[in-house]
């Protein structure tokens, strides 16, 4: 439940900035991370960790969130989409610092 309202929130709230859902939609064939595609995945989710939204990047494009319901509720998901939202929209992620590349994200 908790992905499916990260993939409703996402698609409804980052619409127009160059996601694109890489993860299966049927819950039965997903597990328990979702993955979007972006050109610029590696500084977005180094813009996505220092506002303390943690995930993790796998080249050679993707944003992977994990969702594990004994740590996170839906309040945590719209909180981290809330996070995405605000740094897409505000290019947050174009910064010099956040394209520094290090062994993990």
Excluded: K, N, Q
């Excluded at 996402?10 to 127009?16: H, L, M, S």
């Excluded at 610029?40 to 943690?54: E, H, K, N, T, Y």
């Amino acid at each position: 439940a908790l992905c499916d309202l990260f993939i409703a929130l996402v698609e409804e709230r980052c619409a127009g900035f160059g996601l694109a859902l890489t993860t299966p939609r049927d819950p039965a064939t997903r597990g328990s991370h979702v993955s979007f595609a972006h050109a610029d995945a590696w500084p977005i989710m180094s813009a996505l960790i220092d506002r303390g939204v943690i995930g993790d990047f796998r080249a050679p494009d993707l944003l992977r969130f994990g969702f594990t319901p004994l740590f996170i509720d839906e309040d945590d998901v719209r909180g981290a989409v809330d996070v995405l939202a605000d740094v897409l929209d505000r290019r947050l992620w174009d910064d010099p610092a956040y394209r520094a590349r290090g062994r993990v994200t």
